[in-house]
């Protein structure tokens, strides 16, 4: 007899609350754990279920693609960042001094989840600068450039676009791996940037 996919018959379709968040909760651990020993492109979503010990229509009603799986795992460390930067913004009045914590906060965010990012941008899965997660970057980014004091002429829209398209993941995985860049080079770069823009 073949085996029964446990979604299909012989079970309630329809999960408790608990165990849907325990069962999310280890295929988000079990995907974080693979990607860190295998990397993100080697595991197949089947391997994660596997390994999670569920089958895959419990993975694919929580996550229908790998996009899905790897927003959910830099979720937790997207809210985190949040959090420090509204803490950050409330505390320190200068906007400057802000911006420029901010841009080596989001680029080290970028560097320790430089896997997850590419998966994301890449296969037509969604690009991460039109992603709303992401986007508050770049809204954060004119905010803080808005109280500046800076001459009048200086188009800080697009002084916000310049700076967040810096902060993309192909641009720094161009940056970092073909050019071989430092970080510290990189963040150089960005506040230099930003004090030119600035005029």
Request: aromatic share 8%.
């Amino acid at each position: 007899m073949n085996r029964v996919d446990d979604d299909l018959i012989f079970r309630d379709p329809r999960p408790s609350r608990a165990d849907a968040v325990k069962n999310r909760d280890r295929l988000l651990r079990t995907a974080q754990r693979l990607f860190g020993e295998q990397g993100v492109d080697t595991v197949s979503m089947s391997a994660v279920a596997e390994a999670a010990g569920v089958g895959k229509g419990t993975l694919y009603r929580h996550f229908a693609s790998k996009g899905d799986l790897c927003r959910a795992l830099l979720d937790e460390d997207q809210r985190h960042m949040q959090t420090e930067t509204f803490e950050r913004l409330r505390t320190h009045p200068d906007p400057y001094a802000n911006l420029v914590w901010f841009l080596g906060e989001v680029l080290a965010f970028a560097e320790r989840n430089a896997a997850l990012l590419l998966v994301e941008v890449g296969g037509g899965e969604g690009i991460a600068l039109d992603h709303p997660a992401h986007f508050w970057w770049r809204q954060t980014i004119r905010g803080l450039l808005n109280r500046i004091d800076a001459p009048d002429c200086i188009d800080r829209d697009y002084a916000a676009d310049v700076l967040y398209l810096m902060l993309d993941a192909r641009t720094l995985h161009f940056q970092r791996q073909v050019q071989g860049y430092s970080r510290e080079r990189v963040h150089t770069g960005l506040i230099t940037t930003l004090a030119r823009l600035l005029g």
